[in-house]
């Protein structure tokens, strides 16, 4: 197991772990990233936005879910990309969650969705909303997106969450606030712990590796190859406070994490 900087898991700080090489052919593995992209958006045009159309029209919008979890994890495996998961035996099956994750690459936020075990929705970047056919089918499968430069739409979002939470739903929230670079893990923000704290969910750390070989970020390349998503065992919150316990939560979640990328 690699050693890990105590003073910076403790103090929330920038983490930087080895990152596999690969040495396949640049040119191939652009090649292989536009063949992603494309396969994305025949998916989105041909398969999506034709169900969102008819699904809007009969009023069934959430018949899209088990649809979008087929179509991800054909785009993931076209994409030469296999999923190993592991530790689902920590997740109960009546219990909604909240999965809190690190980000190195798109392909995580639709891994964690298809293949977590739960029924899941997700807090997302409002910048999806601009993307055609995508920004308006998430808002059909309980993919949800802060303003966070309007609070008060905030937390009507974080409301609107709750409530999911509530009617059986589990909710994945990737930590960081955005992709880290490969061999990265960036601080963590609080507004999943606040989330955690206010459903009474367990949280769920997730550890999401090898994505920043397969597809990272800035890298404009896709790699063949298997990402691993580790379910870490639950950490409950009922009873806990978001004045006295989300720091200790915050830390915990990101240490379990952290110590995983380091075996």
């Not at 090649?31 to 045009?45: C, D, V």
């Not at 993919?143 to 969450?161: G, H, K, L, W």
């Not at 909710?171 to 609080?190: I, N």
């Not at 704290?197 to 090898?210: E, Y």
């Amino acid at each position: 197991m690699q050693n890990l900087p105590f003073e910076e898991i403790e103090q929330n700080k920038k983490l930087t772990f080895p990152v596999k090489e690969s040495n396949k052919s640049r040119f191939i593995g652009k090649l292989r990233y536009w063949r992603s992209l494309s396969l994305a958006g025949i998916l989105l045009l041909f398969g999506a936005l034709p169900a969102m159309i008819v699904l809007q029209i009969i009023n069934r919008r959430m018949r899209l879910y088990p649809l979008c979890v087929w179509g991800t994890k054909i785009w993931i495996r076209g994409s030469g990309i296999e999923v190993k998961v592991s530790g689902r035996e920590n997740l109960e099956a009546d219990k909604s969650y909240i999965f809190i994750a690190n980000h190195h690459s798109y392909i995580d936020t639709t891994a964690l969705f298809a293949y977590a075990g739960k029924k899941i929705g997700l807090i997302a970047k409002k910048e999806l909303l601009k993307v055609p056919v995508l920004g308006r089918g998430i808002s059909f499968i309980n993919f949800v997106t802060i303003d966070r430069s309007n609070p008060e739409r905030a937390r009507q979002t974080m409301d609107n969450v709750r409530r999911i939470v509530d009617g059986g739903y589990s909710f994945g929230v990737f930590a960081e606030g955005t992709r880290a670079m490969p061999g990265e893990l960036l601080p963590f923000k609080k507004g999943a712990f606040h989330l955690a704290l206010q459903t009474g969910a367990a949280i769920i750390p997730v550890a999401i590796k090898n994505t920043d070989y397969l597809m990272g970020k800035k890298t404009g390349v896709v790699n063949p190859g298997t990402m691993e998503i580790v379910l870490l065992p639950p950490i409950e919150t009922k009873g806990k406070t978001v004045e006295e316990d989300l720091p200790d939560l915050l830390l915990q979640t990101r240490k379990a994490i952290a110590e995983e990328f380091g075996k």
